[in-house]
Each structure stands twice: as structure tokens, then as C-alpha cells.
């Protein structure tokens, strides 16, 4: 594990409820088509339910030959990144994906322990079921995160001082993260699996620095539109004017 994965997994789970930016100490900082047109899809399947993986790491829906290419860094345990998907997401899925215009990628930036087991568990089932659950840690994100935030300072010791190897499966079964996807098909073996998967650990490290040295991101959520860091947008009424731009 990376030294800035155990950071995250040891430290930030004291920072969990502090906000989103990307230090965590709170506010809102910041398959080839061929050539199909953009209103059909590869095996005519809707743009909507066209998921891949991408090779930078993220899960792409819809044309990856559209127009625009809208790219969101998020992290599952910050409410403002909530906010975005409960307001934002279902018409961009509907209105904007749909047509094959413009195509939607997430990827992970991860600000703490908790947002790491989420993160690891939600990417690990590949990426058909990886937007539902997205929605699933977005619309219960009060219920899964709040076990972590009561963790005795004994029990955030103990976890410290386990093996890096064993740092975020245990932290996740403190927290409660095992019930919880267990509710949602993913059992205790898959549970252990995908939290100790090192390759995985890493990618969403890489993640994080994309999002601070490639793209300038200095919080969560942060928008790229065809490679361009948007700046000072974090909601969907600043952000959708600009798609509508980029569209023209």
C-alpha cells in the first residue's frame, strides 16, 4: 500500500464528517462505435446502459465517441458530491447521455478511510453494476458513514497499528461497511477480496493524483469537460450551462 493510502485509511478516519475538499478539512473548494451515429449505440444497446471500464481508471457511460466528454472526480463520503448526484445525475443520464451526445465518467477521489472501503467495494463488481451502486452509497450516505464517525479513539488505535495489508478490510468491519453491502449481493468472501486487493488499493491512489496534479482539482466534486478542468464549478446549475456550451 501506498504511503498516501495509509494515510487516508489511518488518519482519515478521524477526518470523515470535516467536508470535501482534498486536504478534508471542510467546504466545497473546488469500445469504438465504428461509425455509428451518436443516437445508436454499439449492439444496440441504449447509450444509458453502455458502461466500461476506462484504461485512466474511472467507469464510463454512454458514446465513448460523443461530442462532449464529461468527466466527475468524486468522493462517496462527501455531501456535497451527494448533493450533485441526488439534483444532477438522473438528467444527465436521461437528457444528455441518451442522445449519444455527450458520455459521463467517474472517477474515485477518495478523502479518508471509510470513502476508501466504499470506493473499493463499489469498483470491485466491474462496471455493470458499478453506477447502481454508486447510487446506492450516494442516497444512504448518512447511514453507512455513520458508524464510522463512532468509533472509539481505542478502536481508531487498534486499527492503526494492524499490518498495512489488513488496515482497511478491519476498518470497514469496524464500521459496519460488511452489513451493509451485504444487504446488496456482495458477500463476506467478496467482502475480503476486494478490500485487500493491492493493484485496486493503488489505482484509486492514482486516482487522487490525477485529480491534484493532472487535472488541479482541490476538492470534491470537480468537473472536467473534454480535458478542461472546469473551474469554480461544483453543482449542477453552473455546471450544466456549461455541457450546453460545449454541445453548440
Do not use: H
Given at each position: 500500500m501506498s504511503k498516501s493510502a495509509r494515510v487516508a485509511v489511518v488518519v482519515g478516519i478521524l477526518a470523515l464528517v470535516a467536508g470535501c475538499d482534498a486536504e478534508a478539512n471542510g467546504g466545497?473548494?473546488?469500445?469504438?462505435?465504428?461509425?455509428?451515429?451518436?443516437?445508436?449505440?454499439?449492439?444496440?444497446?441504449?447509450?444509458?446502459?453502455?458502461?466500461?471500464?476506462?484504461?485512466?481508471?474511472?467507469?464510463?457511460?454512454?458514446?465513448?465517441?460523443?461530442?462532449?466528454?464529461?468527466?466527475?472526480?468524486?468522493?462517496?463520503?462527501?455531501p456535497h458530491c451527494k448533493d450533485f448526484h441526488?439534483?444532477?445525475f438522473s438528467t444527465i443520464k436521461a437528457k444528455y447521455v441518451a442522445s449519444g451526445d455527450v458520455s459521463y465518467e467517474f472517477r474515485n477521489f477518495v478523502l479518508n478511510g471509510p470513502d476508501y472501503a466504499a470506493s473499493l467495494l463499489a469498483r470491485c463488481q466491474g462496471a455493470g453494476p458499478f453506477f447502481g451502486l454508486l447510487k446506492a452509497f450516494f442516497d444512504d450516505q448518512a447511514s453507512w458513514v455513520e458508524p464510522f464517525t463512532t468509533l472509539s479513539p481505542d478502536e481508531q488505535k487498534r486499527l492503526g497499528g494492524?499490518?498495512?495489508?489488513?488496515?482497511?478490510?478491519?476498518?470497514?468491519?469496524?464500521?459496519?461497511?460488511?452489513?451493509?453491502?451485504?444487504?446488496?449481493?456482495?458477500?463476506?468472501?467478496?467482502?475480503d477480496q476486494c478490500l485487500t486487493d493491492p493493484a485496486a488499493i493503488k489505482t484509486l491512489a492514482d486516482l487522487r493524483t490525477q485529480a491534484t496534479d493532472t487535472y488541479k482539482l482541490t476538492g470534491t466534486p470537480g468537473f472536467i469537460i473534454n480535458g478542461k478542468t472546469q473551474a469554480e464549478v461544483f453543482d449542477w446549475q453552473t455546471l450544466e450551462p456549461k455541457l450546453q456550451a460545449a454541445l453548440n
Open positions: 466545497a473548494a473546488a469500445a469504438a462505435t465504428g461509425g455509428k451515429a451518436a443516437g445508436q449505440s454499439s449492439a444496440t444497446k441504449p447509450w444509458t446502459e453502455v458502461v466500461t471500464a476506462t484504461p485512466e481508471g474511472g467507469f464510463r457511460m454512454g458514446n465513448p465517441n460523443a461530442k462532449v466528454k464529461l468527466l466527475e472526480f468524486a468522493s462517496l463520503t462527501c441526488e439534483s444532477a494492524l499490518p498495512q495489508d489488513q488496515q482497511i478490510a478491519a476498518m470497514a468491519a469496524a464500521g459496519k461497511l460488511d452489513e451493509y453491502v451485504r444487504a446488496r449481493g456482495i458477500t463476506k468472501a467478496k467482502f
